[in-house]
T-cell receptor, first 109, second 116 residues
Framework: QQPVQSPQAVILREGEDAVINCSSSKALYSVHWYRQKHGEAPVFLMI?????EQKGHEKISASFNEKKQQSSLYLTASQLSYSGTYFCGTVNQGGKLIFGQGTELSVKP | KAGVTQTPRYLIKTRGQQVTLSCSPI?????VSWYQQTPGQGLQFLFEYFSETQRNKGNFPGRFSGRQFSNSRSEMNVSTLELGDSALYLC???????????????FGPGTRLTVL
């Protein structure tokens, strides 16, 4: 089942912060975050695992609440280069990586 | 290390035809997954191959099929094309696949398929 992301879109000014949320109705083993710029392939940002372990980008932080089956991606002091569509992907017991619909982030000067 | 490559990058077909897309994973990666991306549906999982075996499958009709070769290269085939099959098809490779939930997937640039 596809995870649900919110918001669907957000517009920021440079330097502002944003939070993107991802929730699932099924128990999760891990949450993966990717960013896709227009016309390019999705690029890996971060993996969050059960137990609190994280692997990924130094300048991006995220949380994973296993009980609530939710994850949040925190983008602080946004830069123009942060613009793109952010996807969360969840891995459940079946081992499939299923992506949410995406959150479109636009950072304006 | 070379990234994931996909060929062709662009393809135009007509309804009823069939198409084969190719994906070469990063050297050493044994898992290849395929996704369909459309504006309204986001990234939809098609299937995953690992060591020449289909390990997982999404909710797509049987017209969508794939295979993986001994060198980990993968092909995806769509038969009897429909207008709704127009999409960006992305493949992603990883060392062991998402059954190992810590594994990172690396995406290729995609093949843009247009069905007329």
């Amino acid at each position: 089942q596809q995870p649900v992301q919110s918001p669907q879109a957000v517009i920021l000014r440079e330097g502002e912060d944003a939070v993107i949320n991802c929730s699932s109705s099924k128990a999760l083993y891990s949450v993966h975050w990717y960013r896709q710029k227009h016309g390019e392939a999705p690029v890996f940002l971060m993996i969050l695992l059960k137990g609190g372990e994280q692997k990924g980008h130094e300048k991006i932080s995220a949380s994973f609440n296993e009980k609530k089956q939710q994850s949040s991606l925190y983008l602080t002091a946004s830069q123009l280069s942060y613009s793109g569509t952010y996807f969360c992907g969840t891995v459940n017991q079946g081992g499939k990586l299923i992506f949410g619909q995406g959150t479109e982030l636009s950072v304006k000067p | 290390k070379a990234g994931v490559t996909q060929t062709p990058r662009y393809l135009i077909k007509t309804r009823g035809q069939q198409v084969t897309l190719s994906c070469s994973p990063i050297s050493g990666h044994r898992s290849v997954s395929w996704y369909q991306q459309t504006p309204g549906q986001g990234l939809q999982f098609l299937f995953e191959y690992f060591s020449e075996t289909q390990r997982n499958k999404g909710n797509f009709p049987g017209r969508f099929s794939g295979r993986q070769f001994s060198n980990s290269r993968s092909e995806m085939n769509v038969s009897t094309l429909e207008l709704g099959d127009s999409a960006l098809y992305l493949c992603a490779s990883s060392l062991e696949g998402t059954r190992l939930s810590t594994d990172t997937q690396y995406f290729g640039p995609g093949t843009r398929l247009t069905v007329l």
